[in-house]
């Protein structure tokens, strides 16, 4: 069964992450940098046709995680006085799974993947 990939309006990620989206030609890829002043940062992009993500997560300089996804169905987002996370939810044939982004207060990923 296809499913279409759901994201957040523009603004939905500039309220909730403080981040604007900017496109990526030639493909309409769309990517969100985000660097708080602590030397980390997240380069997080997303294709809908394809339904792909790709976050690269960084401290220092160095590649901490960089993990490419396909079969994303949903990118949702959360923010409050305590934490501001991405949730993307993923289902392709006999998988589904989720990954979590916690952006603040601290950078830390959650990832699942099951049978269905």
């Excluded at 590649?63 to 993307?88: C, N, P, Y």
Aim: proline share 4%; net charge negative.
């Amino acid at each position: 069964m296809f499913r279409e990939l759901i994201v957040p309006s523009d603004d939905d990620f500039l309220t909730h992450l403080g981040v604007t989206l900017e496109s990526l030609e030639p493909h309409g890829t769309r990517q969100l940098m985000w660097e708080p002043s602590s030397g980390a940062s997240i380069a997080f992009s997303f294709y809908i046709p394809g339904r792909s993500v790709r976050l690269i997560w960084r401290e220092q300089g160095r590649v901490v995680a960089d993990v490419f996804r396909e079969g994303a169905t949903q990118i949702s987002l959360k923010s409050d006085k305590q934490e501001a996370h991405m949730w993307i939810q993923f289902f392709m044939d006999s998988l589904n799974g989720e990954l979590k982004v916690w952006l603040y207060p601290k950078i830390r990923l959650q990832d699942r993947i099951l049978l269905t």
